[in-house]
């Protein structure tokens, strides 16, 4: 059972990146999955979630307008499209996996946990 981030690398400010949470192992449609970041220094901070059906999305403020999470389930995947970055937004980028996102998607646990992927936005 793992789930693999992928996608992140270096870009300006203003520019997009899309991360992807690919699940190896079990079936990704049984589970919500959120997106998670933690900036050097800081505490993780929940980034976004999406129901088991993509039905229902979450998003933290910071990131509300800007970034948009998807997923395909037949490809066993899910997407974060981040545009119009900010130098704030540099962070490693964890995806994870649980039953149901949830009112508490942001502070309830997790039952698997991807990797991190950097992302880094220059000024």
């Known amino acids: 059972v793992q789930l693999q981030a992928s996608g992140g690398g270096l870009v300006q400010a203003g520019g997009s990146l899309r991360l992807s949470c690919a699940a190896s192992g079990f079936t990704l449609d049984y589970f919500a999955i959120g997106w998670f970041r933690q900036a050097p220094g800081k505490e993780r901070e929940g980034v976004s979630c999406?129901?088991?059906?993509?039905?229902?999305?979450y998003y933290a403020d910071s990131v509300k307008g800007r970034f948009t999470i998807s997923r395909d389930n037949a490809k066993n995947t899910v997407y974060l499209q981040m545009t119009s970055l900010k130098p704030e937004d540099t962070a490693v980028y964890y995806c994870a996996a649980r039953p149901t996102c949830g009112g508490s998607w942001f502070t309830s646990p997790y039952d698997y946990w991807g990797q991190g992927t950097l992302v880094t936005v220059s000024s």
């Open positions: 999406i129901s088991r059906s993509g039905g229902s999305t």
